[in-house]
């Protein structure tokens, strides 16, 4: 009988056969992350509202219409995490990690929550691996945190990765740049849609996000923060980009790159895939120079990136995996308790075995080992003798019982070299 409770919309549950693809891409990021200095931080799944209202900006999307906010027993408004920098920021600052030595470079791994309309490629809760670098102006950081996305994304063999990478300037130089986009954009009016006009004043760089036909056009004649750097901006643009090129990762130079927060200063990029619809980005970032003083902490430029998993197993196209078990006993009515003590040695030798618990016949144990997808088999008889059956060729040996263990061990050496 179906249930009648559903998954929220806009949510997924991660079931035991997808659950391999994702450990895999948790693992390579694991290593990733510790072969090039990096801690690993847990923040709370949820944080103030205030701090993603004043962190990610209140003119964005994020804060005006994705975030789950609630109030909780005591009259205070908080909110599930939209995206991880803000709240990894407020850690660096409540933690005093700037009394440690420069910079502090973090990351995590967890569920995050955005109301969006779902579709493809975009969930209401969706996971994110993100990092950051903290307490750092140096365009070799930018560079080694873009570096460490490329090679990620190589090593798990995601397929038709492009990287696009622009530069936003400093909150200073963007003064003066904004207020020509938005002489731009108040000359286009007629031609705009509702809500990149009623944006104009508060937020113009988010009408080069537009999908509206009109928008686009009037967004092609527009002048780019890419022509307008100061001269510390381009130098250190001009930095990050041989380091990216010296490291060997191509990318595409793009003006109209402004993500969808408002912290970032110089350095943007974003890394999508050909093998994903509408939905292409697989992660993105940039550098956010003014975050940790915004939110109370000491001036401390940064920088850093995080990444869609749904987004890297759809473009995987990851298929279902089965669990890979040593062995499978089968073991007749008499013999199940010996079955249990032999998975319980074997287990705790480090071999992966099943058994049956569900009261089948031999013969019903027998299908249950093939479809388990275990190499092997254990087939105890009433007599206390046994065999191993190979499932793929369907071979038999006898085996001694006292021996279970170190025969299915160097049976396991055997197929695995
Ligand atoms: P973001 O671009 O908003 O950046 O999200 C990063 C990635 O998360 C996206 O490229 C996408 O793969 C995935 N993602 C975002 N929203 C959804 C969704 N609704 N469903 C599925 N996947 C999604 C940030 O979150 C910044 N905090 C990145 C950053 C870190 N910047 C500096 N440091």
């Not at 408004?77 to 920021?89: G, N, Q, V």
């Not at 950081?141 to 570096?147: L, Y």
């Not at 000359?187 to 006009?197: K, P």
Request: charged residues 30%; contains cysteine; proline residues 4%.
């Amino acid at each position: 009988m179906a249930s009648k409770f559903k998954a929220p919309r806009g949510t997924f549950d991660v079931l035991p056969s997808d659950s391999a693809a994702r450990a895999r891409v948790y693992e390579a990021a694991a290593g990733a992350f510790e072969r090039a200095g990096y801690g690993r931080i847990e923040t709370p799944i949820f944080e103030e509202t205030e701090l993603f209202a004043r962190g990610v900006g209140e003119s964005t999307d994020i804060v005006q219409k994705e975030m789950f906010t609630f109030e909780d027993q005591g009259g205070r408004s908080l909110t599930l995490r939209p995206e991880a920098t803000a709240a990894l920021c407020r850690a660096y600052a409540e933690h005093g990690m700037h009394k440690l030595p420069q910079p502090v470079k973090l990351w995590c791994w967890g569920p995050f929550f955005r109301h969006e309309r779902p579709q493809s490629g975009r969930f209401r809760q969706f996971h994110q691996i993100d990092s950051e670098v903290i307490g750092t102006d140096s365009p070799l950081a930018d560079a080694e945190a873009i570096i460490l996305l490329a090679d990620l994304l190589a090593e798990l063999g995601v397929p038709g990765v492009e990287l696009r990478l622009g530069s936003l300037g400093s909150f200073e130089t963007r003064v003066a740049y904004r207020d020509e986009l938005r002489s731009h954009l108040h000359a286009n009016e007629g031609s705009l849609s509702d809500d990149v006009r009623s944006r104009i004043d508060s937020n113009p760089l988010r009408a080069f996000d537009s999908d509206h036909p009109g928008t686009r056009e009037v967004m092609e004649g527009a002048p780019t923060m890419l022509d307008r750097l100061d001269d510390d901006d381009a130098d250190h643009f001009e930095a990050v980009k041989a380091a990216v090129s010296d490291a060997g990762v191509d990318y595409v130079l793009d003006g109209t790159l402004v993500r969808g927060l408002d912290y970032y200063t110089r350095t943007v990029f974003e890394f999508t895939s050909d093998a994903l619809g509408a939905q292409s980005a697989l992660g993105g970032g940039g550098r956010y120079d003014g975050l940790v003083a915004e939110l109370g902490g000491p001036e401390t430029p940064a920088v850093g990136w995080a990444a869609g998993i749904e987004r890297i197993l759809m473009a995987l196209g990851e298929a279902e995996e089965e669990q890979s078990l040593d062995a499978f006993i089968v073991a007749p009515d008499g013999q199940r308790e010996m079955a249990l003590s032999l998975a319980t040695q074997a287990r705790r030798a480090g071999v992966c075995v099943d058994l049956d618990l569900a009261g089948r016949s031999e013969k019903g144990q027998m299908k249950q080992a093939n479809r388990s997808g275990a190499a092997r088999a254990v087939i105890l008889a009433d007599d206390g003798t046994a065999r191993l059956r190979d499932m793929e060729t369907g071979e038999e040996r006898p085996l001694d019982t006292d021996d279970v263990l170190r025969e299915i061990e160097a049976e396991r050496r055997k197929a695995g070299s």
